[in-house]
């Protein structure tokens, strides 16, 4: 029986991929690293400090830990300053319809982002009141493909895994809601999010009745 819904954030509720895309450009720009679009692609749904590891090995870049973390933070504070300009109008399209027929039909909702600025992104959509419990970048250690960010959120909503369907736009989120034995759909192309339970090209599409058809025998 599905009792939760758990969400990732970044191209399910909202879209910042772009204020992330042009913070990591900045950085590359700033130490003379090459940084285009098809990287950026790879660090779809994981981690700030698994992202910049990623931009160094195509770099052929190492650096010490301490020099990591000051660069990770530098990106992080820009991204962050670009923040302040999201209002309640940056919903993706269907996003905060499901949230609202969720919450009338009295299902839990979680977030399961790998963002530790999840909770300045819902406060700028004005979106908190819509999730119980809110599993971010700083709830766990271990980021997707692991599946711990979803097993935080279903343990915080008292809800074993197979009550729960994962909502997720990345690979890696898949794969970790995979792991972590819950249901999931896929938001995005075939190639990325095709080996979800259920995929939608887009949140507009991803309506409570389309899932519940597809999970008719869970509810």
């Known amino acids: 029986m599905i009792k939760g819904f758990i969400f990732d954030l970044d191209g399910v509720i909202t879209d910042t991929a772009e204020l992330h895309y042009e913070a990591w450009k900045k950085l590359s720009d700033d130490m ?5 679009r098809e990287l ?3 660090l779809r749904g994981i981690s700030r400090m698994d ?4 931009i160094m090995d195509y770099n052929q870049v190492t650096l010490d830990d ?27 399209p269907g996003a905060r319809e499901l949230l609202t027929h969720l919450r009338s039909e009295g299902f839990k909702v979680a977030l399961g982002s790998a963002s530790k600025n999840a909770i300045k992104v819902l406060k700028q959509l004005n979106a908190t009141h819509f999730f119980d419990v809110i599993g971010d970048g700083n ?14 959120a279903a343990e915080k909503l008292g809800l074993p895994p197979e009550n729960c369907i994962v909502f997720e736009d990345a690979e890696k989120g898949i794969d970790a ?6 249901h999931s759909v896929g938001i995005g192309p075939e190639e990325r999010v095709g080996h979800a339970d259920i995929r939608f090209n887009t949140m507009k599409e991803a309506t409570l009745f389309e899932v519940k058809s597809h999970f008719k025998e869970l509810f």
């Open 32 to 36: 003379n690293w090459k940084f285009d």
């Open 139 to 152: 709830s766990v250690s271990k980021s997707k493909p692991e599946p711990d960010i979803f097993l935080y």
């Open 51 to 54: 992202s910049i590891k990623v």
């Open 66 to 92: 301490a020099t990591v973390e000051e660069l990770a933070t530098k990106k992080n504070d820009i991204y962050v300053a670009s923040l302040d300009d999201m209002t309640p109008d940056d919903y993706l």
């Open 40 to 42: 950026n692609e790879k």
């Open 177 to 182: 809601a995979k792991a972590g034995k819950f």
